[in-house]
């Protein structure tokens, strides 16, 4: 089993900055591939980007391209979520996922799933 617990969240302005955590417990995080995903009030939750298990790939959905960056550290067994030029479309609860070895993009590919933390977007 893997517990994932996410951490960042917050309140921003359009255009700021924020850094999401995902930090694992109960297993070495450097056999997954770990996703990110948001969902907003009233829309199913939507796929963010991903970064496989080395490190190497990283792919994100175009309305994040160029402003959000994935990252790992496998040493602290966390995963973070840059997030810059932040816009109010971007508020959501935003979540992290593991997957074993392999990367997905749909909801149903990962394994397991954080509780969530909100990033509000204001303007």
């Known amino acids: 089993q893997v517990q994932l617990v996410e951490s960042g969240g917050g309140l921003v302005q359009v255009g700021g900055s924020l850094r999401l955590s995902c930090a694992a417990s109960g297993r070495a995080l450097s056999s997954y591939s770990m996703g990110w995903f948001r969902q907003a009030p009233g829309k199913e939750r939507e796929f963010v980007g991903f970064i496989n298990s080395s490190g190497g790939t990283t792919y994100y959905a175009d309305s994040v391209k160029g402003r959000f960056t994935i990252s790992r550290d496998d040493a602290k067994n966390t995963v973070y979520l840059q997030m810059n030029n932040l816009k109010p479309e971007d508020t959501a609860v935003y979540y992290c996922?593991?997957?074993?070895?392999?990367?997905?993009?749909?909801?149903?590919?990962?394994?397991?799933w954080g509780q969530g933390t909100q990033v509000t977007v204001s303007s």
């Open positions: 996922a593991a997957k074993i070895w392999k990367t997905g993009v749909k909801t149903y590919d990962y394994d397991y």
